[in-house]
């Protein structure tokens, strides 16, 4: 486990727990207490946690791990995830990316298609997402036309999220939206831990073609607070080669065209 993926572990532990112990933490992660203090003190210099005595307790925000402690979290499958998904894209396309370390990884492979890169008199893509990260990392493709939608800043996600967001996705179609999800339920549908991420991204499902949900295998069979969308929905399930064989077949008794890459 390198130094990305502690502080991530740590943040997920103390936001079951509410509180941990420096000693304790030592033993379960296999390294020095040394290194677990200075683990936690990081942390909490971004505020993330708030040090105590031998230990730490959760802040504010851990219940929803910030995208950049995110990031490292089952990063080959997402990176295999996304290069599937990307392959999905077609010139002219108008393409729908919501908040998330999967789909800022889809952005990332959409935007190193060479065959997508050609310039012509006319952007080659149109990409509308809600997440400010997404819009930063393809602003700089000469070839992408970038729609970013109203709403105001979560720092958790990047995603913009409320009302002021729903009156441009009134007016637009997406034919195909990438969606990341926190937790998807072949039974009962897509979910979100926010309310706030979960209503753009239900408006953002109502207003596109096809519909592919891009995520990990440990976010299968499972629901979180706020539901997206049912699966009905959904029209495609990519996710990597752990997910369950059982929920998978689930899937697609659902409808869903589930890809296992």
Do not use: W
């Amino acid at each position: 486990m390198n130094r990305h993926e502690r502080l991530s572990t740590l943040l997920d532990i103390v936001g079951q727990r509410e509180r941990i112990d420096v000693d304790e933490m030592a033993a379960e992660l296999g390294v020095s207490a040394a290194t677990i203090r200075r683990d936690l003190d990081q942390l909490a210099g971004q505020q993330l946690v708030a040090r105590t005595r031998g230990g730490a307790v959760a802040s504010n925000v851990t219940y929803d791990l910030p995208l950049r402690h995110k990031s490292a979290r089952h990063a080959p499958e997402k990176q295999r995830i996304s290069a599937a998904a990307a392959a999905l894209v077609r010139p002219g396309m108008v393409v729908g990316l919501n908040g998330g370390t999967t789909t800022t990884e889809v952005a990332r492979a959409i935007a190193t298609r060479t065959d997508l890169a050609e310039r012509g008199e006319h952007p080659s893509l149109t990409v509308v997402t809600n997440a400010l990260n997404i819009a930063n990392e393809l602003i700089i493709r000469p070839h992408v036309k970038i729609v970013v939608t109203g709403g105001v800043a979560r720092q958790q996600s990047f995603e913009l999220t409320g009302p002021l967001g729903t009156r441009i996705l009134d007016e637009i179609a997406l034919d195909l939206l990438f969606l990341g999800v926190d937790a998807i339920d072949p039974a009962s549908g897509a979910y979100a831990h926010h309310e706030g991420e979960a209503s753009i991204n239900r408006l953002m499902t109502s207003r596109a073609a096809r519909v592919a949900v891009v995520a990990d295998s440990s976010k299968l069979g499972r629901r979180a607070f706020a539901q997206i969308c049912p699966c009905s929905r959904v029209d495609a399930l990519i996710t990597n080669e752990g997910a369950d064989e059982e929920l998978v077949s689930a899937f697609r008794g659902e409808g869903a065209q589930v890809q296992v890459v």
